[in-house]
């Protein structure tokens, strides 16, 4: 059996869970729906951690059995290595998911991306990250949205907002937040120059029912503005998109500014911006209570030179590099693809050093 200690109690956690399923199979357990779906979340968010561990102790159970059957003679070394490789990946696996025990961490995430200055190219450039980031997701098996889409003039786009609906999605895209630097030939230069563009990325947490934001609805106030896109029978045709402004003394002018496009029905977009505004609020909140401004304040950098968490270099050499780990990757295309778990395991393990 695998040792449970203060680091991970196993069978606390699992007396927790069934003491949780009791009160849930209580008459009348719906009266409240919003208590009833806060305990049905917290169930899943402490069997995220008992069936991780769970699957890592059946591992060790197997190993143990071909290791017994290979010294008996009767077993195949090439097995037992296979199993021992996977259960080695899994342990560290749940190690690195340990890190992610803030109770933020295994919310859903919204990214924002937004092009600094230099136009065509860096609206190209905050493309590129959008599909970037939309690969990794969807390799991480979570749901993508774009909730809001912006498209540049002559390519790429102005802004957009994604929104990724899984376990431990803010946890892993928290690494992401900052300003994100390109050099390359340009395709948009005829005179084949080399550019350097930036971009900045911005995740916060999307808040459920069972978290309760309240906002003063004096210092609201919505835009509406057609929809970017591709078209339709109502994108581009009818105003359905909306721009939230909050604007409440607390908070340095411009205030917060949120935009989603995601439905076709107004109505819809304003209650998913305000949804939106919530999750932006609670990421303040859970800066200033665990006294890391800088999380916010990152978003507010100068989308320029000297302010970059990470360089995607493709000339004259290929090269992807986190300027605060100092992770490297030469596939730079891989990267490109969604391939950023190096980088963002890395910064969590550092992160998790320092703290």
């Avoid at 069978?11 to 069934?18: L, M, P, R, V, W």
């Avoid at 699957?55 to 143990?64: I, K, S």
């Avoid at 859903?108 to 590129?128: C, F, K, R, V």
């Avoid at 900045?200 to 970017?228: E, H, K, L, M, W």
Wanted: aromatic content about 10%.
């Amino acid at each position: 059996m695998l040792p449970c200690g203060t680091t991970f109690d196993y069978d606390t956690k699992s007396k927790e869970i069934a003491e949780l399923e009791l009160v849930s199979a209580q008459p009348g357990f719906w009266e409240n729906p919003k208590e009833a779906e806060a305990l049905l979340q917290e169930i899943r968010s402490k069997k995220i951690w008992t069936d991780s561990f769970a699957t890592v102790q059946e591992g060790l159970d197997d190993l143990e059995t071909l290791h017994e059957f290979l010294e008996a003679g009767e077993g195949d070394a090439q097995e037992v290595e296979q199993v021992y490789l996977s259960l080695q990946q899994k342990v560290a696996d749940l190690e690195f998911k340990r890190m992610l025990s803030n109770e933020e961490d295994q919310l859903g995430a919204m990214l924002e991306i937004n092009p600094g200055a230099g136009g065509t190219e860096s609206q190209d450039w905050a493309e590129m990250l959008m599909r970037m980031y939309i690969m990794w997701g969807e390799k991480q098996g979570f749901t993508v949205k774009k909730v809001n889409y912006q498209p540049g003039e002559t390519a790429g786009i102005k802004s957009a907002t994604l929104e990724f609906d899984g376990p431990f999605a803010y946890g892993y895209l928290k690494a992401e937040t900052g300003v994100h630097r390109l050099v390359r030939i340009s395709p948009f230069d005829s005179g084949a120059r080399r550019h350097t563009s930036f971009a900045s990325v911005y995740a916060y947490p999307v808040v459920d029912d069972s978290i309760t934001i309240d906002i003063n609805q004096a210092y609201v106030r919505f835009d509406t503005f057609r929809s970017g896109g591709a078209g339709g029978q109502n994108v581009n045709k009818v105003e359905t998109a909306v721009r939230l402004h909050y604007t409440p003394p607390e908070i340095e002018p411009p205030g917060i500014i949120v935009e989603c496009q995601e439905e076709r029905s107004q109505l819809k977009n304003k209650e998913k911006a305000l949804k939106m505004l919530k999750s932006r609020l609670y990421q303040l909140e859970i800066a200033r209570r665990n006294e890391a401004r800088d999380e916010v304040e990152s978003n507010k950098m100068r989308i320029d030179f000297g302010s970059q968490i990470r360089n995607y270099v493709l000339h004259p050499y290929k090269l992807v590099k986190d300027a605060r780990t100092g992770t490297e990757r030469s596939d730079v295309q891989n990267v490109l693809d969604g391939d950023l778990m190096d980088f963002i395991k890395a910064y969590l393990m550092q992160e998790s050093k320092e703290s």
